[in-house]
């Protein structure tokens, strides 16, 4: 599986497909010096996940996307071209949150965004 998380402002900006491109000039100087960096180094700055593994387990993904933000996607797949960014975290141009297996939210503050955007998909609250 591989697991993005996100505030949820950030969520509502962009939904339903995430792409980083999109928000370059809202960048700090440091965010966009490193997005500069990984499009020179890979051709585009990719939408960051993180894949489980027997190393890497559902748990430890789910609380390292929680340290970002308070929504968390998981995905069974993610679209080509995609990149391995390290030993666990993997990256792509654009995530279309529609393909999303299942989301976790910390609290239940947002649920009925979430049921009017996302009807057919399975919501868990942390």
């Known amino acids: 599986m591989f697991f993005h998380g996100i505030p949820f402002i950030y969520l509502v900006r962009q939904y339903p497909v995430l792409n980083p491109a999109s928000s370059f000039r809202n960048k700090s100087p440091a965010k966009r010096a490193d997005a500069r960096r990984l499009i020179r180094t890979i051709g585009f700055e990719p939408v960051h996940l993180l894949r489980s593994s027997p190393s890497y387990p ?58 009017s955007r996302f009807p057919h998909l399975p919501v868990a609250f942390w």
């Open 58 to 115: 559902i748990r430890r993904c789910l609380e390292a996307c929680f340290r970002y933000g308070e929504v968390v996607f998981a995905f069974e797949s993610i679209p080509y071209p995609r990149v391995q960014l390290s030993e666990h975290e993997w990256g792509v141009r654009t995530l279309d949150l529609r393909r999303a297996a299942w989301v976790i939210i910390s609290g239940k503050k947002h649920r009925c965004w979430f049921r």
